[in-house]
C-alpha cells in the first residue's frame, strides 16, 4: 500500500516545494537565473565576502535552502530527493555568490555528494573561482572516533553552518573561514534515533522496515540503517545513550559551555523532543557544563521519517561568537 | 557488424526500458542497505538520455556526439552518486571512439572497456567493496578476454554479462567499503549491492540491443 502524501507529482515535487518555498520568502531567496535548483540569498553576498555554498538531496528541509540568508549561507544547491545535486546547480551558486575573495563548499559528507561537488569545483576554477570545501561529519553512529573523516554530515550542519556563515560575513578570509568551519565541524557531535521510516515521493513506499514495539539507534537522515536494533525505551533512556556516546567523544570539563540542538526527523512533536532536551539539561548539569543556548524544533528532516537526534556543539570563545552572530534566513534567524 | 549512432540510440532506448522496469527492484535493494532512491535516479537518468537522443539528428552525428549528450544529460537530470558515475562512463566511451563515424566490434569492447573505468576512477573503488565496480570491471575483462580470442561482438557482450551477474552475486558475500552502505558495516553482509544489481540490468540491455 502506498503511503500518504500531500503531493500532485512525485516526480514534481522538488520543483514544487521550490515554487513555494520562493512564493513564501522573496525577501530573502531567490533561484539562480536560468538555474532553477540554485537558490541564492537576496542579501548577503558582496565583494570582499568568501562565499559560502551549501547543499544536497531535498527532503531534509529547513536544511539546506533554509539557512541562506545574511550571515549564514550565501547560497544552496538543490537535488532531488535524497540525492545529491548535478555538478551544475552547484556551478551557478558558487559563480552567484562569488565576491573575489574564494568559495567555500560545505555539505555533509556523502559520496554521491562529493563527486559532484568536487565536479562543480573543477568547473569553478576553469572560471577562475578559488574553492575550498569542507565536509561536515558530525554523526558520532555512522563510524568510529578514529575514523571521524569517513562519518555522515547530519543535524549538526546546523551549528557548522551558523559558524562558517559568521565567518564568511565578518569578512575573514578563505583560510580563515576554512579553519573555522573545520574547527566547528570537529566541535560538534550529533547522534540521531529513529521510530518508523520515511518514504520518497516517487515510491510512496516505507524505505525501510521496523517492528511496531522497535527503534534503530543511529539511524542516518536517509534512512540508512543504525549501530543497533532494540525495543523503544523512555525518552530518559534513549537520551541517556545518546548523550553517554557523544560525551564520551566530546570530553567536556567542568565549566565548558556547549550548545544543543534537539531535532526532529521529521513527525516527532516538539512534545516529544522537550521532553529529551528535559534530559539533556539534567545530564549537562551533572556533570557541570553550562547551555549557551539550545535550538529545539525541525531543522534536519528525514521527510516523515519519526524520530529525533540530539546534537551537541562544544563552544570555545571564537565558536561562541560565530555563534552568536546575527543572521536572517528564510527560515532561522539568530541575533 | 558496424555500430552507428542509429545503433546507440537504440541501445541506450533500451537500456531506459529495462530501467524503468526494473525501477522497483532496485529502489527494494538499497531500501535494504541505503536510501531506496536507486531505481529512481536510474530511472530518471537513463528517461533524460532517451529523451535527449530524442532530439539528435542521427544521420549527421557522431557515436561520440552522442555519448557526449548522454553524458550531460544523465548527469543533469540526476546527481546523486549514479549521475557522476554513469556521466563519467559515458564520457569516457566517447573519447574512447573519438573521430569514428562508426565503431567495429573491436571500437565498442574499447568503448565498454572505457566505461568501466571511468566509473572505477570516478568513484575511487577497487573491486570487492560491494559497488557496481564489481559488476562493471569484470564484465570489461571478460567482454576483452572474449574479443581477444576471437569471439564476436554478441559473444563478447554474453560474457560480459555473465561476468557481471557472478560479480553482483559476489557483493552478497562482502562488506561495504564504499558509498552510504558503508558505515553499516557487517550488516550490509547477506545484501546484493543495487548499484552492481542495475549495472547487470544496464549491460544485459546492451548485450540485446547490439546481437
Known amino acids: 500500500m502506498q503511503t500518504k502524501k500531500i503531493i500532485n507529482d512525485g516526480n514534481r515535487a522538488v520543483d514544487e516545494m521550490l515554487e513555494g518555498i520562493l512564493a513564501a520568502h522573496p525577501r530573502h531567496l531567490r533561484s539562480a537565473d536560468g538555474s532553477p535548483r540554485s537558490i541564492i540569498a537576496r542579501d548577503g553576498p558582496r565583494p570582499g565576502k568568501v562565499g559560502l555554498v551549501i547543499g544536497g538531496g531535498s527532503g531534509h528541509e529547513p536544511t539546506f535552502l533554509g539557512f541562506v540568508g545574511k550571515g549564514l549561507a550565501d547560497a544552496a544547491a538543490i537535488g532531488n530527493v535524497f540525492a545529491s545535486p548535478p555538478p551544475d546547480p552547484i556551478l551557478e551558486c558558487a559563480k552567484a555568490v562569488s565576491g573575489g575573495a574564494g568559495v567555500l563548499f560545505m555539505y555533509g559528507n556523502y559520496a554521491g555528494d562529493v563527486m559532484n561537488f568536487d565536479m562543480a569545483a573543477e568547473m569553478a576554477a576553469m572560471d577562475d573561482i578559488e574553492v575550498r570545501t569542507v565536509l561536515t561529519t558530525d554523526d558520532v553512529a555512522s563510524a568510529p572516533q578514529d575514523q571521524r573523516q569517513k562519518r555522515r554530515g547530519v543535524a549538526g550542519n546546523f551549528f557548522i553552518f551558523k559558524a562558517a556563515g559568521a565567518a564568511c560575513d565578518l569578512m575573514l578570509s578563505l583560510d580563515e573561514v576554512e579553519r573555522i568551519a573545520r574547527k566547528a565541524n570537529d566541535h560538534t557531535f550529533t547522534m540521531g534515533v529513529a521510530l518508523s521510516p520515511c518514504s520518497l515521493p516517487q515510491t510512496r513506499r516505507p524505505n525501510f522496515e521496523i517492528g511496531a514495539d522497535e527503534m534503530e539507534i543511529g539511524m542516518g537522515i536517509h534512512g540508512e540503517p543504525g549501530i543497533a536494533r532494540g525495543k523503544l525505551r523512555t525518552a530518559d533512556e534513549i537520551t541517556d545513550e545518546m548523550l553517554d556516546k557523544i560525551l564520551a567523544e566530546m570530553a567536556p570539563a567542568r565549566g565548558d559551555k556547549v550548545a544543543v540542538l534537539v531535532n526532529s526527523l521529521g513527525s516527532t512533536p516538539l512534545m516529544e523532543l522537550y521532553i529529551m532536551n528535559r534530559r539533556v539539561k539534567q545530564r549537562l548539569d551533572d556533570i557541570g557544563v553550562s547551555i549557551h543556548a539550545t535550538w529545539v524544533g525541525n531543522y534536519c528532516t528525514s521527510l516523515e521519517m519519526a524520530g529525533a537526534s540530539v546534537t551537541l556543539f562544544h563552544l570555545d570563545e571564537e565558536l561562541q561568537t560565530m555563534l552568536d552572530h546575527p543572521c536572517d534566513c528564510a527560515m532561522f534567524r539568530a541575533g | ?211
Not at chain 2, 558496424?2 to 522497483?24: G, N, Q, S
Request: charged share 20%.
Open chain 2, 1 to 211: 557488424m558496424t555500430i552507428d549512432a542509429a545503433d546507440l540510440k537504440r541501445m541506450f532506448d533500451a537500456i531506459a526500458v529495462a530501467i524503468e522496469a526494473d525501477r522497483d527492484r532496485l529502489c527494494q535493494l538499497d531500501g535494504v542497505i541505503g536510501d531506496a532512491d536507486h531505481g529512481i535516479a536510474m530511472a530518471l537518468g537513463f528517461g533524460a538520455v532517451r529523451d535527449a537522443l530524442a532530439s539528435l539528428d542521427l544521420a549527421a552525428i557522431e557515436p561520440t556526439a552522442l555519448l557526449n549528450t548522454a553524458a550531460k544529460s544523465f548527469l543533469n537530470a540526476v546527481g546523486a552518486s549514479s549521475g557522476p558515475l554513469y556521466a563519467t562512463a559515458f564520457m569516457r566511451a566517447a573519447a574512447a571512439v573519438k573521430g569514428k563515424a562508426t565503431l567495429a566490434d573491436a571500437d565498442f569492447i574499447a568503448l565498454f572497456q572505457a566505461m568501466a573505468q571511468g566509473i572505477k576512477d570516478r568513484g575511487k573503488a577497487e573491486p570487492g567493496e560491494k559497488t557496481m565496480v564489481d559488476a562493471w570491471q569484470p564484465a570489461a575483462e571478460a567482454a576483452a578476454a572474449a574479443s581477444i580470442a576471437g569471439k564476436t561482438l554478441a559473444e563478447s557482450l554474453d560474457a560480459a554479462l555473465a561476468a557481471a551477474e557472478s560479480g553482483a552475486e559476489a557483493t552478497k558475500e562482502m562488506i561495504a567499503a564504499k558509498g552510504r552502505s558503508s558505515r553499516l558495516g557487517e550488516r550490509s553482509l547477506g545484501h546484493m549491492d543495487p548499484g552492481a544489481a542495475s549495472a547487470v540490468t544496464v549491460i544485459d540491455a546492451i548485450s540485446k540491443s547490439l546481437s
